[in-house]
């Protein structure tokens, strides 16, 4: 298992990974709506700290071993979610 550190690095990488897609995207398609980019930017956000809080305080009683792959899990779905709607947008 990765310490926290490398934990929350990975999840700032990939939400800054996910920001740059949609300001591309913004550029590329000049016919996507503002609006709906800008939601997918919202939930980018909140993913990436929805996720950060989430390492910083496990959830007692959960072995760490198996809260943080869960938690890796979720965020591999979670960010696979917002790829979706980024593509659903184009």
């Known amino acids: 298992m990765a310490n926290k550190r490398q ?3 990975t ?3 990939m939400a800054g990974d996910l920001l740059v897609e949609c ?3 913004k550029h590329i398609n000049q ?3 503002q609006e709906d980019i800008d939601n997918v930017m919202v939930s980018v ?3 990436q700290d929805d996720f950060i809080c989430r390492v910083s305080h496990p959830e007692p009683g959960i072995p760490a071993g198996k809260y943080f792959k ?3 899990e979720e965020l591999a779905k979670c ?3 917002i790829v979706n709607q980024l593509y659903a947008i184009v």
């Open 70 to 72: 869960i938690l890796r």
């Open 79 to 81: 960010a696979d979610e």
């Open 23 to 25: 300001v591309v995207t």
């Open 45 to 47: 956000l909140r993913m």
């Open 7 to 9: 934990l929350k690095k």
């Open 11 to 13: 999840i700032n990488m």
């Open 31 to 33: 016919e996507a709506r």
